[in-house]
């Protein structure tokens, strides 16, 4: 076999590859199509089913010293994201007469709901969300919750320098019509739901159409 | 309202006459009782100006009200602190922190309705970070003295925290969450890098098949 010919044939070669690994690549979605991962948070927000029977085998402890108060939380001042190199900024946040969460304008400071639970608290869901981008400043440290796998770690410090560490055990997309509102219930198991955009974006109203809900149990 | 929550303030008055009369101290009070101390001040200090804020901007009688008696009650919470601080000689700071300072400045910068729901946020935020530094001093503290203080300003704060909660439950559970204006992550797909690789690989098997061709086509 001659030269030209073999250069030739590499050419084909090649090329093939190139246009077979270019349309798969056409097929990888955006970052904002988060897929799900997890059981569904709806029912991860659910009342635990209390132990039927607890076992014996550990006597009880003496009840002579009367019971600790129960530990409250402060506010929370940061979250650590695995993908944000720094903790980010914590606000508490209501709701607006439009029902709107009132969430900080720039990406990089993310909203805590003060009327739910306080990260720490024995009970209910902490809710902390945030803009995954603006158009006025760009995207910010939420961006990484597309990217959250099973068993990564957020932290979250408080006023007076706690940290309470949580474990990712879901994430779930609601087109935004359809977000649960259990998610925003002070009671229940603890757990931290961090609540972004993600899905399609219209470029006409500047909105996506779903939210991103990544679900967290603590870890002792 | 007002008259049940000021009975709450009975325990603070009776302090007050207490400290008053009190022989100065022996000990001196640990680094916990003073760190604790020059916190509540400035807390102190803070939702005093808030409660003053609140008068001034707030669009509804109830969180009018809230301001009112905020002001009052950490008025009369204050005057004890600084007497005992008198007492034990411990230095307290002359204003809120610079972070308390910034957050007040931060509600301020809302208006209308969105004003009441940011100040109600942020108090929940400030009074949960009370509650937990003074839970924290009567846990590690020593000093009897300010150990009664922590002990009167504990009902005072969680009445408080019950009342703000009250308040923000009337808002509502948010139905919304705006998380995102920019569109940036729903660019993030590998669409165009796809396309790009397909018409390279494309070019690459038509230069290859032609070359192949002509080669053929020459050599018969």
Redesign the interface.
């Known amino acids: 076999m001659n030269r ?2 073999l ?26 199509d988060a897929p799900d991962i997890g059981p569904p948070v709806a029912a991860a927000a659910a009342a635990p089913e209390l132990p039927s029977e607890t076992p014996d085998a550990v006597p009880p402890p003496p009840p002579e010293l009367p019971p ?2 129960p ?5 929370p001042v940061t979250v650590s994201l695995p993908a944000a190199p720094e903790p980010v900024p914590l ?13 900080p304008e720039r ?1 990089t400071v993310l909203g ?4 739910g639970a ?1 990260p720490g608290d024995a009970a209910g869901t902490a809710v902390i ?11 910010g440290p ?2 990484g919750l ?1 990217d959250l796998g099973e068993g990564d770690l957020v932290e979250v410090t ?3 320098g706690d940290t309470h560490r949580y474990a990712v055990t879901a994430r779930t997309s609601f087109a ?2 359809a ?1 649960p ?1 259990e998610l ?1 219930r ?1 009671d229940g198991p603890p757990q931290l739901a961090l ?7 219209d ?1 006409r109203t ?3 159409a779903d ?2 809900v990544v679900v967290a149990v603590p870890v002792t | 309202m007002r008259r049940l929550s000021r009975l709450v303030l009975l325990p603070v008055a009776a302090l007050g006459a207490l400290v008053l009369t009190a022989a100065p101290a022996l000990a001196a009070p640990s680094d916990q009782d003073v760190t604790w101390m020059q916190a509540a001040h400035q807390s102190n200090l803070a939702e005093i100006a808030a409660g003053n804020a609140a008068q001034q901007a707030a669009t509804t009688p109830e969180v009018r009200e809230l301001g009112a008696m905020f002001v009052q009650m950490h008025t009369q919470l204050d005057t004890q602190l600084t007497q005992a601080a008198q007492q034990l000689g411990v230095q307290l700071p002359g204003e809120p922190s610079a972070e308390q300072q910034r957050q007040l400045a931060a509600v301020q910068r809302n208006s209308g309705q969105a004003f009441d729901t940011a100040w109600i946020a942020q108090q929940i935020g400030s009074h949960s970070t009370t509650l937990a530094a003074t839970q924290r001093e009567l846990q590690n503290g020593s000093d009897g003295t300010v150990l009664d203080l922590a002990r009167a300003a504990t009902p005072v704060v969680e009445q408080h925290l019950t009342q703000l909660r009250d308040t923000a439950r009337k808002y509502g559970v948010p139905t919304s969450v705006p998380g995102g204006t920019g569109g940036q992550v729903a660019d993030g797909g590998l669409g165009t890098t796809g396309w790009a690789l397909t018409g390279l690989g494309a070019v690459a098997l038509v230069a290859g098949t032609a070359g192949l061709v002509r080669r053929r086509a020459t050599s018969a």
């Open positions: 030209p010919r250069r030739h044939l590499v050419l084909v070669v090649a090329g093939t590859v190139l246009v077979g690994s270019g349309l798969a690549l056409t097929r990888v979605p955006p970052r904002a600790p108060p530990p409250v939380a402060a506010a606000v508490p946040v209501g709701v607006l007469a439009s029902g709107a969460l009132q969430l990406p805590w709901y003060a009327a306080v969300a945030g803009h995954v981008d603006s158009a006025r400043y760009g995207a939420l961006e597309l408080d006023a007076t935004k019509s977000l509102a925003f002070a609540v972004t955009c993600g899905g399609a974006f470029e500047g909105n996506y939210n991103v």
